[in-house]
Nanobody, 120 residues
């Protein structure tokens, strides 16, 4: 069964850190570019970061630059999102999604999402 699974979400205080993981099952991530999205209650889904198949291209939303880092370990079939200096406005459900390349017009797979809550 082809599947993406996110993990690592939870409750953290402002200024804290979390590392999210996105792991593929049933297929290899070697052939896919990966993006992270997030959606807060009452808000539209927004792009957070993306990484190309060989990590040659990496992009971040302006709101997370300098605080978030995306990386991948293809041997482990996993993409990570390291989040530091977390703020209340980072609270959202975070999703990973896979597409054949950064030039593809649509995503082939989506994860189920993991909740990140930043609160004191």
């Amino acid at each position: 069964q082809l599947q993406l699974v996110e993990s690592g979400g939870g409750l953290v205080q402002p200024g804290g850190s979390l590392r999210l993981s996105c792991t593929a099952s049933g297929f290899t991530l070697d052939y896919y570019a990966i993006s992270w999205f997030r959606q807060a209650p009452g808000k539209e889904r927004e792009g957070v970061s993306c990484i190309s198949r060989r990590s040659s291209t990496i992009e971040y939303a302006d709101s997370v630059k300098g605080r978030f880092t995306i990386s991948r370990d293809n041997a482990k079939n996993t993409v990570y999102l390291q989040m530091s200096g977390l703020k209340a406005e980072d609270t959202a459900v975070y999703y990973c999604a896979a597409r054949r390349s950064i030039w593809s017009s649509s995503y082939d797979y989506w994860g189920q999402g993991t909740q990140v809550t930043v609160s004191s």
